[in-house]
């Protein structure tokens, strides 16, 4: 079964690299669809990110890719959700990484008043989101490429008092490798 195209059903998901029980879309971007899966070695959820099978056909590409995901697992910090691995075999290749249940700054933003953040929403916000960022520059020298609010994620559940957020791709190349990262506003860890 292709999983680049084919619709994805709950209950009859494919199983991706012997492992994965797809459940359903995530999302789409330049890179690919996003798959949420239940891991059935690890027995929890999952974010699948398949790969284009034009970097599959690239072998070159594969393995800077495959090299790529190796820095990002090396990340550790408590507000970076950690890629797993990356996946490759006959069907394809794919990155696979911590779940993270909640909404982007885009969603989030949509459920506001007038489509639009008040000032005093996104200020808790920015000191963790930048300590984030610099924990990836200088601790392992990876520069985040694509941040914007689609890649910025809030946990469901989490706006208010305990809020925590979650941002996307820390890239080492030319492919945008979606990392997430998790942290609470200023005065509310």
Sequence with gaps: MDLRENPVHHRTGP????????????????????????DTKLRGHVAVKLVPDNIVADAEAAEDLRREVLRGMALTHPGIVRAHTFEHDASGAAIVMEYVDGLTFTEWK??????????????????????????????ARIVHRDLKPRNIMVRRGSIGAHARASTTPFATSSFHLRNCFACSPRGQE
């Design 110 to 139: 949509g459920q506001q008043p007038g489509r639009c953040f008040e000032t005093e929403q996104l200020l808790p916000w920015l000191e963790p989101l930048c300590e984030v960022l610099e924990h990836a520059h200088r601790g």
């Design 15 to 38: 199983i991706p690299f012997g492992r994965y029980r797809v459940e359903r879309e995530l999302g789409r971007g330049g890179m690919g669809r996003v798959l949420l899966a239940f």
